[in-house]
T-cell receptor
Framework: QKEVEQDPGPLSVPEGAIVSLNCTYSNSAFQYFMWYRQYSRKGPELLMYTYSSGNKEDGRFTAQVDKSSKYISLFIRDSQPSDSATYLCAMPAGGTSYGKLTFGQGTILTVHP | DTAVSQTPKYLVTQMGNDKSIKCEQNLGHDTMYWYKQDSKKFLKIMFSYNNKELIINETVPNRFSPKSPDKAHLNLHINSLELGDSAVYFC??????????FGPGTRLTVL
């Protein structure tokens, strides 16, 4: 079993839709949770970073963490064609591991006009 | 100014050759990484250096050898390239170990 599981999709939605992206994890040591966005032929860029259980909002993006279920989500409201990208969840091991990030497989999202 | 840069952007080579990929960051970060992203977009850490010292070395063949001449540079040398080495290689840097900033990637194709 992989430490981090993410549905690879692909996911295709119309412009304006609410998008829900999800990851599950098995390692209880994970305390920080990140979402990266990767456009085609580019490097991943950090989108959101959360620590505690609950919701964190940034514009049209909301990251949700449920540590009891080992489940994290990223919601995108009013999705735009410019949101079309691969979204990767990532979790650092923490401690003295100098940020060894474990990534999910990534979900490919296409928002069509 | 590009924060994390990699050269070359594309690399096409024959099996058995030796090649290098260079990475430079101008963010003043202490920690740098190499990741490999396969054709299914799965991103996996290979190495991590902190202040020029090797910190993380995942299960990577000995043919891969990272070198950090200084804090701002982390190069990756690959000997005896194999077909399975074809992938996109990303360099990243981090100030604290958690938030990582990625370069644009080097697309390696081994023929």
């Amino acid at each position: 079993q992989k430490e981090v599981e993410q549905d690879p999709g692909p996911l295709s939605v119309p412009e304006g839709a609410i998008v829900s992206l999800n990851c599950t994890y098995s390692n209880s040591a994970f305390q920080y949770f990140m979402w990266y966005r990767q456009y085609s032929r580019k490097g991943p860029e950090l989108l959101m970073y959360t620590y505690s259980s609950g919701n964190k909002e940034d514009g049209r993006f909301t990251a949700q963490v449920d540590k009891s279920s080992k489940y994290i989500s990223l919601f995108i409201r009013d999705s735009q064609p410019s949101d079309s990208a691969t979204y990767l969840c990532a979790m650092p091991a923490g401690g003295t591991s100098y940020g060894k990030l474990t990534f999910g497989q990534g979900t490919i999202l296409t928002v069509h006009p | 100014d590009t924060a994390v840069s990699q050269t070359p952007k594309y690399l096409v080579t024959q099996m058995g050759n030796d090649k290098s990929i260079k990475c430079e960051q101008n963010l003043g970060h202490d920690t740098m990484y190499w990741y490999k992203q396969d054709s299914k977009k799965f991103l996996k850490i290979m190495f991590s250096y902190n202040n020029k010292e090797l910190i993380i070395n995942e299960t990577v063949p000995n043919r891969f050898s990272p070198k950090s001449p200084d804090k701002a540079h982390l190069n990756l040398h690959i000997n005896s390239l194999e077909l399975g080495d074809s992938a996109v290689y990303f360099c990243a840097s981090s100030p604290s170990g958690d938030t990582q900033y990625f370069g644009p990637g080097t697309r390696l194709t081994v023929l």
